[in-house]
T-cell receptor, first 114, second 113 residues
Framework: EAGVAQSPRYKIIEKRQSVAFWCNPI?????LYWYQQILGQGPKLLIQFQNNGVVDDSQLPKDRFSAERLKGVDSTLKIQPAKLEDSAVYLC????????????FGQGTRLTVV | GNSVTQMEGPVTLSEEAFLTINCTYTATGYPSLFWYVQYPGEGLQLLLKATKADDKGSNKGFEATYRKETTSFHLEKGSVQVSDSAVYFCALLNNRAGTALIFGKGTTLSVSS
């Protein structure tokens, strides 16, 4: 079974530039999550989708971050404009249903904002 | 609110030593509890889980018991190996629809031969 795919693996941008990350969840998984993991901290939820609808985006900085999951499969997370404090690993995860006890994680995208 | 507190790392051990990584939680209701592991260069992987009080999760020689009375889920292994070197995250999931995993800060384990 293929896992959660993310790209790119690494990205370096200057502050005020924009960047986008892509995620392809495990086939058939209805629930998709984006987490931000700052160095030395645990992952923090940014947004949760159930199919193509948003379940929770309460911690998403909506003035600069946006995410979509068109057709309820792939998802993209965008930052525009980026700030230095956005430097982190962005993790995508999926599970077969909401509240399911196991979420599967991709390898993440490491973003460095300079 | 819901939160997870883990012991500060790094934890440095010799091969075959006993490992304990402490984890306590605050939650409304009765959450499910998890340990995830992140090996160097890899993504987060589920190590073990427990879904109700007094359940014991186990995998690859690691164990953790869900203790409601002390709100704890400490990770233990009787004899660590060099290959166990990784970052370990304790997490909880409030068992309601629309919730997501809440993670602790992670504990780095380094095992030397």
């Amino acid at each position: 079974e293929a896992g959660v795919a993310q790209s790119p693996r690494y990205k370096i941008i200057e502050k005020r530039q924009s960047v986008a990350f892509w995620c392809n969840p495990i086939s058939g998984h209805a629930t998709l999550y984006w987490y931000q993991q700052i160095l030395g901290q645990g992952p923090k939820l940014l947004i949760q989708f159930q199919n193509n609808g948003v379940v929770d985006d309460s911690q998403l900085p909506k003035d600069r971050f946006s995410a979509e999951r068109l057709k309820g499969v792939d998802s993209t997370l965008k930052i525009q404009p980026a700030k230095l404090e956005d430097s982190a690993v962005y993790l995508c995860a999926s599970s077969s249903s909401q509240g399911n006890t196991e979420a599967f994680f991709g390898q993440g995208t490491r973003l460095t904002v300079v | 609110g819901n939160s997870v507190t883990q012991m500060e790392g790094p934890v440095t051990l010799s091969e075959e030593a006993f490992l304990t990584i402490n984890c306590t939680y605050t939650a409304t209701g009765y959450p499910s509890l998890f340990w995830y592991v992140q090996y160097p260069g890899e993504g987060l992987q589920l190590l073990l889980k427990a879904t109700k009080a007094d359940d014991k999760g186990s995998n690859k020689g690691f164990e953790a018991t869900y203790r409601k009375e002390t709100t704890s889920f400490h990770l233990e292994k009787g004899s660590v190996q060099v290959s166990d070197s990784a970052v370990y995250f304790c997490a909880l999931l409030n068992n309601r629809a629309g919730t997501a995993l809440i993670f602790g800060k992670g504990t780095t384990l380094s095992v030397s031969s």
